[in-house]
Structures are given as C-alpha cells and as structure tokens.
C-alpha cells in the first residue's frame, strides 16, 4: 500500500515536472532572434525537425553519436579518465541496478521466469553494481573536496546530486546488512519456505546460519556441536538453498553486515530492516520526483544535447530551432566544470572578480535570465561583462561533454544584452574582432549601438570635451592622473615629450583624416602632453585613445623614447577602470 | 631534434585551422618538433585595452608552462607573439611586477624565472632552420610570381622588445618569401598596420586602412599579399571579402598565409595547406609552380635527395 501510493505520487510528480520542463524549452527565449517567436511555432518546428531528421540517413549518425557519446561517453574519456570511470560507475551501476533490481517485477522476471532476488547471479550482480556506484560516488567525492580540481565549483544541486546517490546506494546496503543478522527476517524465511516443524531441526539450522551466515539469534551462541552444524547443514541445502544462496555472495552487504553484526540484536528490536526499508523507498521515490529539478534532469536533456548537436554539426538552424536547442541546453548542462577548466581567459578573474567570466557560472546566471526572473542593473551588467570577456575561441564548445554549443549561447545572449543599454566597455578592445566578422552571418540589429553607447559613456565623464571655447587652466588639473600611470615604469616616459609632433605624423590612423582633430580630439603628442598636464578629461575623451590600432609606429619613432603606444594603452586601461566605477555608481542609484 | 611548444592561442583553433595544418605540416618536413600544451590560456593580448594585469598575468602563466617543460614557445601569430615578448620583457625588468604575478601563478604551482625564448614561426624557420635549409628541401619553385610580404605590427615593433629584425628596414620575411622563388616586390606600406586592430571597434576606419593597403600592394603589381599571422590574414581574406561587397568594389588582392606558399614549393599533401579553405580563392597560385628548382643544380638539394 505504502509502496503504491508513494510510487503514485511520485511518478504524478515527476510526469507533470517533466512536461513542465520540455514545455519551457520551447517558451525560455535567449538571446537575440528568439524574442518574436511563439511557442507553438517553436514546438512544429522542433517535431518537423525531429521528423525529417528520423527518416533521412542521419539516423546512422545519430545511432553513432548514442552509442559512443550518450551510452560510453567517450567525451568525457577523451577529457579525463578518472571522471570517465567516476561517471560510467555511477550511471552504469545505477541505470543496471534500475532495470534489474527496482524493475524485478517488470522486467528481470519476464526475462528469467526462475528470478529471485536472493539467488545468483541477481544476488551478486546487485552487490556489484551498488559497489560500482559507491566508487563512483567516492572518486565523485574525491575530485570535489580532496582533489580540488582547479575551476571546478559545487553548488547545493552538485552536492544534493551526490547526496541522493549516496543515500539511496547505502541505505540498500545496510538494508541487505540489517536483515543478514537481524533474526526476524531469519525467522520469517524459515516460517515461510522451510517447511520445517521439528524443534531439534530448527535448531541445528539456526545454529548453521548463525555460525555460517552472521545471523545474530537471541537462542543460540557459538560454540556448536559439529553433529548439529552437520545436520544445520543438511537442512540448509535441502530447505533454504534451492532459493537462497550463501549471502557471503552479497558481498557488499555481508561486509556491512560483519561491521553491525555486534549490535545485531539491538537492530533487529528497534526492526532497523523496516526502517532501512523506508529510507531507501523513500530517497528512490524523492530522487524521482525531484529528478526534473535536480542537476539529474541531465540525464535526459544531455542526452538530447548530445544527439541533436550531433547531428546538427556546421549547419544552419532556423532561428526557432535554434532558440529551443538553447533553451534545452541550459538544461543540459551538469556543472562538470569542464569548460572552465579549459576556458582561455580565465586568468582575467584574478583581476575582474567576476564569477561570469567562468563559462560554467554563466549557465546559471543565463538560466535566471531566460526563466525571466527580474535581475537588477548590476547582475545584468555582470553578466554583460561575462559573456562579452570571451576570446571567442571555442574551446569550451570543443570538450564540453555534452556536446552543448556554448559559443553560440554566450554570443547571442551578448548581443541582446548589449541592446538593453548598459555600456559595456569591453566592446573597444579587439574581443570585438569576432563580433565585427560575425555581423555578416547573422543579422546584427543595431550593429553600431554598443560600441557608440561605450564611447559615449565616456565621453559623458569627461566634461573639459564639452567646453566650447576649449580655454583651459595650464595648470595640472588632475595629479592622480600621472600617478595613475603607473602600470608599468615605460608609461612614466611621457614626461619627456618634447612635442616634435613624430608620432602623430607617423600615425596611420591620423592620417587617414582630412581633418584628424575633428574625428578624433586630441592627437598622439596632445595626449602626451594632455598625461602630462594631468588634462584626464581630454585624454581619456578623445577618439584617438579608442581608435588607436597599437601598431607602435609611434613608440618606434620617437626621438625623445616615449612609450607613446604604452601610454596609450595605460590611459584605456585607467578611462575604463574610473568611467566603469562612476556609470555603475550611477546605475544603483537609479 | 629541434622542439617547440607550439602555442596557437584562440584565433588559429578556431577560425583559421588551415594556418595550424600547414604549419605543422610544413614544421614537419623541415624536422622542428612540435609539442602540444593543452594548458596554454589567451596570451592576453585582446584584453590590454582594458587591463593590463589580466594581459600581464595570461602571458605570464603561458610562459611558465613553457618553462616547466623547459620548451621555447613558438607563436603562429604576431599578436600572440608580441604580447608574450612584451610580458617578458616587463617582468625581466621589473622585480615588484615579476614577484607580484608569480604569487598569482603560485596557487597553480607555476613559476616564471624568465629563462625559456619566445618566438615566432618566422624566426624560427629564418634562424633556427635557415634558408639554405629551406631551399634544400624545395620539391618545385613559382616561377613569376609577385607577393606582397606583409610583415605585421606586433612582431615588428616595438624593436627593443620584440628583436624579431630590423623594424626600419626588415628583410627576413622576404628572403622567406623569395625562397620559394617568388618574388618579394617593393611596396610603400609594406611595413604599415592591417587594421585587424579595429575590426569590431571602428569598422569604417579599419576598411579605409585595410583597403589602402592592400590597394597600394595591387598597384605595385603583387600577385598576393603574404602574411604569417591570424588576424593579418583573416583581415585581408574574410574582411577584404566583407569590404569589397560593402563598397561594391571587385578584384580583390587575394591573401595566402606563408605556410600554405612554402608549403606548396615544398611539395606538401594539399590537404594541409587547405588553400581552398580561404575565403578569396588562391587555387590559380599552383599554376605558377614549376618542377625544375631554381637551386636545383646545388650540392645540398641533391645530397638530400639521396637522404630522402
């Protein structure tokens, strides 16, 4: 009864959670291209999608890619071994412990008409695979808190994943341990199967099983005599055998039952077998039900990430496709950590304390956003400043596991944040190479916004570019700024400009103008002597600063040995730093 | 056996793989070792703009690994190369910075003494193999064919750090070049940026550079223009291709990377030079290559011959 209505409520909820959870892959909208898409569309396309790609041959890739990728997981081999055998001890013992032992009454026993739990091979077998898991559970244990494998984060969901793993493994076992020695149980198989009436037999078979077996009897003690364990054992193979193998088979749980055997008695008052019963019921039924919730929901959606990434490759998807797919693979995702492991900018959070620069943090920050869930200025500026510090190299898309495109997903969430409004000053470095040779490929709306909204945020902190009659103090208006210069000894070479005007007739990108002052405010010798005059504002103002190419014509020309370049590059470095600051003060206090 | 860590940084893996191909291939006739880390981060170079600690510390851990496996680093690209030359160079003279990012690299257990060379695919096939070498291993050579030899930015200046040739008036490229029996012509802007640069950040003032440039190669009569860096060569292939379309312009100056020019002289598998894999087609450049070698009647090639 118990059995029934738990399983019931269990697998309602996880049906519902299930249907829940595909039915927002076709609804979370990421990035751009998904926003005027409806979900029914999302949804004829996804099956029409499935359909064409079911009845064409790349049904052979997709049976490969099941095989290798889903079932071996050979991408999680290629990575790392450890975790290859963590992860196949631990699916594979769980998902054969699944089919053969929970689902005895479905599918073992209409495979084998003479199954019994208690014989070999299912006896064995069932020990077996509970080890492999526990190993995998403790190699899992291992990498995260002993190992500490670089870049590799646990979150609640990382530790409740292996907490009901764990629960549901153990408290089988001890389950298994509790009745060897618990007399009860003992009792109740010799009441049911036996057929044995006679005192003195029972006894003899008592005293076998207790001196053979570990069972802990409240009669009977060791020593026995040899004619009754002769005679126990004669009974045994007669009455019990048949249908019950020696439990030494059930080695997990004979060594568990070796460790509790002690207190046997007091287990078997207290009936910790029934209590075990119910834990490991009821952490299976809970495992179940939270499944679509919980970072096991992955054993579903990166089974699909894999096949359809699979199959997908090199080609296009049309845009609704692809905002399902991205939807999907948010779910995919299992916080392995391998991404960041191998991300190649991820020396940048020993500066940018950002935890978005981690590809892997990413996903959840992504997950909050597509769920719609209001995030303020500042958790979406962080997430701005993540997903746009990105080499664009495509490592992480390359080894993660499961197959999950995250290049894509970090470039089409990029560009929609940067549509929001928050100016993202990473746009003026060359990160934006990639953006600039993919405005072809996809259909950039407001291709320019980004990078004039950048521009312009500073510009808005630099009020001497406002003045219009440009008369300015001759005095030093801001020292910090020559003490700011101090990234590196070479910025400090500006003081001994002497204005000979080289660097700025070398310039290209000065030269490339009719009227150079006007495109881009101060040239190359004015900025030197704008760091020199503590001029911030006109420094840090000028196009020039944005639009230099850092070919170092300057710098190599030169007669007085300025670092023209490096100066440069150190005034972007300290206009970013101090115009970042300032626009996010003025943010949170919108 | 000369070996190398072979670093390709985040452009070469990802968008210009015939660059990686060739090159190993072409490393590997002439018997450089090439030693893969899987470890190698950014080089840093992209974010300098923003701050210069991240570009510091991201060289700085690319070079410890080098120096763990005590490997010279060979870069692909000049801005890699650059990068990498100018965070050694900072912290070589820089006591407080070197200490300051070898406790950040600390935590890794990565060390940076600063005792490893860095350098990049073109010194090490002018200096560390040589011409003579190169010429030695010649299967054909091109006959009439004029290429403007580009030597890009990052690896030229700034001089003092870099050491890659004389930044006035370099040679190295084109003695390159003109041992494949090409020959290396005289342009004004030889020497001046790509405009790869402001790709993505001013794309307006990049066009107008890219274009002059390469324009002022067309006019002084170059078949190709020749580089031997991802971004150079990106720039002149994808983008002169995206430039030309915007301006409704035709006849663009066509791009081949170095190592898909000396490999086709050095008779290499077509298949890893992946000319086709360029976005304005280079195919017509294997009409030019002839079977008799300039250098054919010299001691060296035909004792290798014999070798091979």
Same mark, same amino acid.
């Given at each position: ?95 054969? #412990? ?22 070999? /091979? ?34 609640? $969901? ?116 029934? =209590? ?15 499944? /679509? ?53 991820? $020396? ?28 303020? /200025? ?38 929609? #944040? ?11 470095? /060359? ?33 001497? =570019? ?61 900025? =030197? ?57 003025? =943010?949170?206090?919108? | ?15 210009? !793989? ?17 030693? &893969? ?13 923003? &701050? ?9 851990? !690319? ?9 010279? *680093? ?56 040589? @011409?003579?070498?190169?010429?030695? !291993? ?23 750090? *870099? ?17 494949? +029996? ?12 790509? +405009?790869?640069?402001?790709?993505? *950040? %001013? ?19 170059? &078949? ?12 002149? &292939?994808? *983008? ?7 301006? %409704? ?28 894999? %360029? ?5 017509? @450049?294997?009409?030019?290559?002839? @079977? ?17």
């Amino acid at each position: 009864m118990f059995l029934k209505v738990s399983l019931t409520i269990s697998l309602v909820i996880f049906i519902f959670a299930l249907i829940y959870k595909v039915f927002t892959w076709f609804r979370y909208k990421i990035g751009i291209g998904s926003e005027e898409i409806l979900t029914s569309t999302r949804f004829f396309s996804a099956i029409k999608g499935i359909l064409l790609t079911i009845f064409s041959v790349k049904i052979l890739t997709l049976l490969k890619v099941f095989v290798l990728d889903v079932l071996l997981q050979f991408r999680i081999l290629k990575e790392d071994f450890l975790r290859w055998i963590m992860h196949i001890f631990i699916y594979g013992g769980f998902m054969l #412990l699944l089919l053969m032992h929970a689902l005895d009454k479905y599918i073992t026993v209409a495979i084998w008409k003479e199954y019994y739990s208690t014989v070999n /091979p299912f006896i064995f077998l069932r020990n077996l695979f509970g080890a492999l898991v526990i190993i995998g559970v403790i190699i899992a244990i291992y990498r995260r808190f002993i190992l500490k494998v670089p870049r590799l984060f646990s979150n609640a $969901m990382d530790i409740y994943a292996i907490l009901i793993v764990a629960v549901i493994i153990f408290s089988g076992f001890f389950l298994e341990a509790s009745k060897m020695v618990a007399y009860s149980d003992y009792k109740r198989m010799v009441d049911e199967y036996s057929g044995l009436s006679d005192p003195e037999e029972l006894k003899s078979l008592e005293a076998y099983w207790v001196r053979e077996f570990g069972t802990v009897s409240p009669n009977l003690k060791a020593p026995f005599d040899e004619k009754i364990l002769a005679k126990g054992k004669e009974l045994h193979e007669s009455s019990c055998a048949g249908c019950h193998v020696r439990p030494q088979w059930a080695f997990t749980g004979y060594v568990a039952a070796k460790i509790i055997r002690p207190i046997g008695l007091g287990i078997d008052r207290v009936r910790l077998p029934s =209590m075990l019963w119910y834990l490991h019921i009821l952490a299976c039924f809970v495992g179940l039900a939270y499944l /679509p919730f919980s970072k096991m929901f992955h054993i579903f959606a990166s089974s699909i990430s894999l096949l359809a990434n699979g199959v997908i490759g090199k080609e296009k998807l049309s845009p609704a496709n692809k905002a399902t797919l991205q939807a999907m693979e948010l779910d995919a995702c299992t916080h392995c950590g391998t991404c960041s492991l191998r991300c190649s900018v991820i $020396m940048a959070f020993e500066e940018i304390k950002n935890i978005n620069i981690f590809p892997s943090e990413k996903i959840a920050s992504i997950q909050a956003l597509a769920s719609g869930r209001k995030l303020s /200025p500042q958790e979406l500026r962080l997430i701005q400043e993540g997903v746009y510090l990105c080499s664009n190299c495509y490592r992480c898309t390359v080894v993660c596991p499961v197959g999950i495109n995250l290049q894509d997903l970090w470039f089409n969430l990029r560009e929609t #944040l940067l549509q929001k409004g928050y100016p993202e000053f990473l746009v003026l470095s /060359p990160l934006s190479f990639y953006r600039g040779l993919m405005r072809e490929e996809t259909v950039l709306k407001n291709y320019e916004k980004p990078l004039i909204q950048a521009r312009e945020a500073i510009a808005a902190q630099c009020d001497l =570019m406002k003045k219009k009659d440009k008369v300015l103090p001759l005095t030093p208006t801001d020292r910090k700024l020559q003490r700011g210069l101090n990234l590196s000894a070479q910025a400090k070479t500006f003081s001994v400009c002497f204005g000979c005007q080289t660097c700025t007739t070398v310039c290209p990108v000065v030269g490339n103008y009719e009227d150079p002052q006007e495109a881009l405010g101060l040239l190359p010798h004015q900025i =030197m002597h704008a760091a020199g005059l503590g001029l911030r504002d006109l420094a840090f103002g000028s196009n020039m600063l944005w639009d230099c190419l850092t070919c170092y014509q300057c710098q190599e020309q030169c007669p007085q040995g300025v670092h023209v370049t490096d100066v440069l590059y150190e005034l972007k470095n300290l206009a970013v730093k101090q115009v970042r600051g300032r626009t996010l003060q003025s =943010m949170e206090r919108k | 056996m000369m070996e190398f860590a072979l670093f390709l940084g985040c452009t070469i893996p990802a968008r210009l !793989n015939q660059y990686e191909s060739s090159s190993r291939a072409v490393l590997e006739k002439l018997g450089v070792g090439l030693v &893969d880390i899987r470890e190698f981060n950014c080089c840093g170079y992209p974010l300098r703009n923003i &701050d210069f600690k991240v570009f510091l510390l991201s060289s700085a851990r !690319n070079l410890a690994l080098g120096e763990k496996r005590n490997l010279n *680093v060979m870069t692909l690209c000049k801005c890699c190369y650059g990068s990498l030359k100018k965070a050694e160079a900072l912290i070589k003279e820089n006591v407080s910075l070197k200490k300051e990012v070898n406790s950040t690299l600390e935590k890794e257990g990565l060390k940076y003494e600063g005792k490893i060379e860095i350098k990049h695919l073109l010194s090490v096939l002018h200096k560390d193999i040589g @011409i003579e070498a190169i010429k030695g !291993n010649m299967a054909m050579t091109f006959k009439r064919l004029k290429i403007a030899t580009h030597y890009g930015c990052h690896a030229l200046r700034p001089s003092q750090v *870099v050491g890659f040739d004389n930044a006035i008036a370099p040679s190295l490229f084109d003695q390159l070049v003109e041992a494949t +029996g090409a020959e290396s012509i005289d342009w004004p802007m030889k020497l001046e940026c790509c +405009g790869a640069p402001l790709w993505g *950040v %001013n794309d307006r003032l990049s066009m107008d550079l890219t274009l002059k440039k390469l324009m002022d190669g067309k006019k002084s009569g170059a &078949d190709y223009v020749c580089a031997a860096c991802p971004y150079c060569h990106i720039q002149f &292939d994808k *983008v002169q291709k995206m430039i030309l379309s915007q301006r %409704n312009m035709n006849h663009p100056l066509p791009s081949i990377l170095y190592t898909q020019l000396l490999g086709l002289s050095l008779g290499l598998d077509r298949k890893a030079l992946g000319l086709e894999m %360029n976005e304005i087609p280079i195919s017509g @450049i294997e009409e030019l290559l002839s @079977i008799e070698t300039e250098f054919g009647e010299q001691p060296e090639s035909a004792e290798k011959t014999e070798s091979t």
